[in-house]
């Protein structure tokens, strides 16, 4: 997990930074081994951070904000899943499943575990579009960037476009969608807006 984080700094042209992170990865080679569960730098403990973030966030802007967990959260799970740490993966469904179950489905959360299910291969495939309010992007912005949540800003900028919209938080449901489905009108708010891409410096 934590070669990814260095991988992905380089692949953004971030070659300090990416240097960085590894000399202080290597610093630390002898206890890390290959990345324990919950540090910072992995899957798991970056998506227990965002998860709690947005329980204890303002009722303003929970509604928004708990609409970024199932997109982030698929892509934790694929990547877990890509890396061979298919237990933690299990885990993470077992542990998220059932509160995600408004967003996901049954159905699409058996998928999530098979590797030919057609929810997996359809995240894996295309980019999931989800409006925000600027107010709730900025604060999404904000917390990524604090705490340092590489991967998760690259789950974003890889495969997230949010539409930024100049409007007041929603106080409906809101969804990511897949472009191929925005026919269906299961997004809510949207005027135009910037794509992802600005969360991702930590």
Known sequence: MEKAVV?????????????MVAASLGAHAGSAGA???GSDEDYVGEYRQLH??????LDLYKMELSAVLMPVFTHCVISLQTH???????KMLDRYGEELSSTFGAEEL?????DDGAFRLKAQAERLILPLSQSAFTLLS????SRGLLLLSAILNDHLDIDVASR????????????????SGRSNG???GSSSGRSTSA
């Open 190 to 192: 949207s005027s135009s």
């Open 7 to 19: 991988d992905y700094l380089r692949r953004r042209g971030l070659h300090e930074e990416a240097s």
């Open 168 to 183: 007041p938080p929603s106080v409906a449901p809101v969804r990511a969608v897949f472009a191929s489905d925005m026919a």
């Open 52 to 57: 709690d973030w947005v329980a204890g966030s």
């Open 142 to 145: 904000e917390f990524l960037r």
């Open 35 to 37: 990345g324990a569960a």
């Open 110 to 114: 058996a998928q999530l575990r098979r």
């Open 84 to 90: 061979g740490r298919r237990s933690e993966a299990a």
